[in-house]
């Protein structure tokens, strides 16, 4: 299996445009995890899904970010618009429903100038 | 709610010494424990889970047994390599298939 991939690895914008960020996860798992990175606070979980609904979006620091589940196969995590403290690497991370552990991508290293 | 505490690093070693990191957590009732490990440049990998009291999990020559007592699962590993430098997350979820509560992350670096 792949593993879980998120698209892209790096993301360099100026403040105020949109970004979105994708996330395949592996094939079958039901549950999807998006999270976020900072030196400052660490591993932070934005939001997270369970067959496609959004389950808990607590985490999802602003109106600003927004996600999507819309297939079983595809996720994306959209700041509009960006700011410089957005930046961080996020994470997506995939499970099976269950006592199964979490397979995260490789991240997305976001930088907002 | 649910919490993890783990020491901060960093934490330097010399090859073939051995390592300790601490974890504790705050949790009601029986939580799964786990260690996540995290290379350079890449996501978190499980590195061990335990799942109920005096469970001891383990991999690539790590243990860690879960203590409901104390409420602690300490990382252990008897000779750590260069390889295993990276950071470590100690992390807890208490429902299956529900989120994982992760600590703030143990930075080690094992000089040759």
């Known amino acids: 299996d792949a593993g879980v991939i998120q698209s892209p690895r790096h993301e360099v914008t100026e403040m105020g445009q949109e970004v979105t960020l994708r996330c395949k996860p592996i094939?079958?798992?039901?549950?999807l995890f998006w999270y976020r990175q900072t030196m400052m606070r660490g591993l932070e979980l934005l939001i997270y899904?369970?067959?496609?609904?959004?389950?808990?979006d607590s985490g999802m620091p602003e109106d600003r970010f927004s996600a999507k589940m819309p297939n079983a196969s595809f996720s994306t995590l959209k700041i509009q618009p960006s700011e410089p403290r957005d930046s961080a690497v996020y994470f997506c991370?995939?499970?099976?429903?269950?006592?199964?552990?979490?397979?995260f991508g490789n991240g997305t290293r976001l930088t907002v100038t | 709610g649910n919490s993890v505490t783990q020491m901060e690093g960093p934490v330097t070693l010399s090859e073939e010494a051995f390592l300790t990191i601490n974890c504790t957590y705050t949790a009601t009732g029986y939580p799964s424990l786990f260690w996540y490990v995290q290379y350079p440049g890449e996501g978190l990998q499980l590195l061990l889970k335990a799942t109920k009291a005096d469970d001891k999990g383990s991999n690539k020559g790590f243990e860690a047994t879960y203590r409901k007592e104390t409420t602690s699962f300490h990382l252990e590993k008897g000779s750590v390599q260069v390889s295993d430098s990276a950071v470590y997350f100690c992390?807890?979820?208490?429902?299956?298939?529900?989120?994982?509560?992760f600590g703030g992350g143990t930075r080690v670096l094992v000089k040759p």
């Open positions: 991370a995939s499970s099976l429903q269950g006592d199964s552990p979490l397979h």
């Open positions: 094939s079958g798992h039901n549950s």
């Open positions: 992390a807890l979820t208490k429902a299956a298939g529900n989120k994982l509560t």
């Open positions: 899904f369970n067959n496609n609904v959004p389950i808990d």
